[in-house]
């Protein structure tokens, strides 16, 4: 008899420790997909003196869900230049559901450069930071297009 209490108390146990854990996965899909379409807004230099090349731009973001890795986001990145979009280039994203924050970084031979986002509602406010001190090269306003 004790046993199959015991054996019932598991059970018990483990079907309230599974709900929950599908729950919050689930959640966490529905956030990414809420960020997945196309987003546009301005990226302003925010460090002339620094970054004296910078120029100011009207940019357009299309992101896209990775389905092989999770919490992650590819973000395809254009500039509007005489009313047409240019390529920037695409960069991974790692969403932190708990910070509401979406993360990369980008280093080549010339620069190292954390990219990074927090998310509100239809907004993502951020920007570009050059690496290690995290100066911020460009203060970033995108809203999601409908």
Not at 124 to 141: F, H, M, V, W
Request: hydrophobic content about 40%; glycine content about 6%; overall charge positive.
């Amino acid at each position: 008899m004790k046993k199959i209490l015991v054996w019932l108390w598991c059970l018990v146990l483990s079907g309230f420790l599974a709900v929950p854990a599908a729950v919050a996965q689930e959640r966490r899909g529905d956030e990414i997909s809420k960020l997945v379409g196309n987003w546009s807004g301005e990226s302003i230099c925010a460090d002339k003196e620094k970054f004296p090349a910078c120029k100011d731009e009207v940019v357009v973001y299309h992101i896209t869900e990775v389905k092989d890795k999770p919490n992650t986001v590819n973000l395809s990145a254009d500039k509007i230049v005489n009313g047409k979009p240019e390529f920037m280039g695409a960069f991974d994203f790692i969403y932190n559901p708990k910070k509401q924050t979406l993360t990369s970084e980008f280093k080549n031979e010339r620069v190292h450069l954390l990219l990074e986002f927090l998310v509100k509602d239809n907004v993502l406010e951020g920007g570009i930071y050059s690496l290690p001190d995290k100066t911020q090269a460009r203060r970033i306003n995108v809203k999601k297009e409908k």
